[in-house]
């Protein structure tokens, strides 16, 4: 698997739309804390600062668009045949999927952080404070979400036989959205009442969607979120194994 990483990695960041996507993630953090400075005057902390700079919302978003499309790349162009040439090779790409993307999401996460907290100086926002056990709690939830959507739309990739780079982009778009969540919470209301209640109460709340919007909002980190979010990454990486070890690889 290691030898997959670092493969992965090398074309990761000498891609030629790497330094694109990049620049990109800097341009909107530091649009959005220009655009909305004038409302943070009641921000006590910098966690609330994020969250009002829509920091998860936000990049969550771009994350997963730019990371299925990559990992789609492999199949709409055939790299994967390359890459995928020992025993066992297969499962050690669902893992390498893993890897790159938490790694990838962590250091945009950090650099969302960063260029939000340094443009909010520069516009002259009122002081806030930095509680860092906080801080990295919410950089370590917001990683594995963005981990999370990205993940499931290289599974939902892998599964669906046809059109690798447009299926990548509309998974990432349709899961990043909501739009499930929103349609299954209205839906809910039109169930018998028992069900109605186990949907809003019971399974919404676990959705990426849901936890999103927790973040955003500013809502207690709770330790249930990491298992939530652990039990997603594993089940869809078993996905991406499975799907990949039952069928021939796709070549465009």
């Known amino acids: 698997m290691g030898n997959l990483v670092r493969a992965q990695w090398f074309r990761l960041l000498h891609g030629p739309s790497s330094g694109l996507f990049a620049l990109t993630l800097v341009a ?48 709409q162009y055939g790299t994967v045949r390359n890459l995928m040439v020992g025993k066992g090779s297969r499962r050690a790409w669902a893992l390498s999927v893993l890897v790159v993307t938490f790694g990838c999401a962590l250091g945009a996460m950090l650099l969302g952080a960063v260029v939000t907290g340094v443009v909010y100086g520069l516009m002259g926002g009122v002081p806030v404070a930095f509680d860092m056990g906080e801080l990295a709690a919410w950089w370590l939830v917001a990683s594995l979400l963005a981990t999370a959507f ?11 036989p046809w059109a690798p780079l447009t299926t990548a982009v509309v998974a990432a778009t349709l899961l990043t959205s909501g739009l499930g969540y929103w349609f299954c919470q209205a839906a809910a209301v039109g169930l018998p009442a028992p069900l109605a209640s186990f949907v809003t109460e019971g399974v919404l709340p676990l959705t990426l969607t849901a936890l999103r919007l927790s973040l955003l909002n500013g809502a207690p980190i709770e330790p249930w979120w990491f298992a939530d979010l652990a039990l997603v990454l594993v089940a869809s990486v078993i996905i991406i194994a499975a799907a990949l070890n039952r069928k021939e690889l796709r070549q465009s």
Request: glycine fraction near 6%; proline fraction near 0%.
């Open 28 to 75: 909107v953090a530091g649009f959005v804390v220009v655009q909305f400075t004038a409302y943070w005057d009641d921000c006590g902390t910098f966690r609330a600062v994020l969250g009002r700079a829509s920091v998860v919302e936000v990049y969550c978003v771009f994350v997963a668009l730019y990371l299925a499309a990559f990992f789609a790349e492999d199949f």
């Open 150 to 160: 990205s993940v499931v739309s290289v599974a939902v990739t892998v599964v669906v």
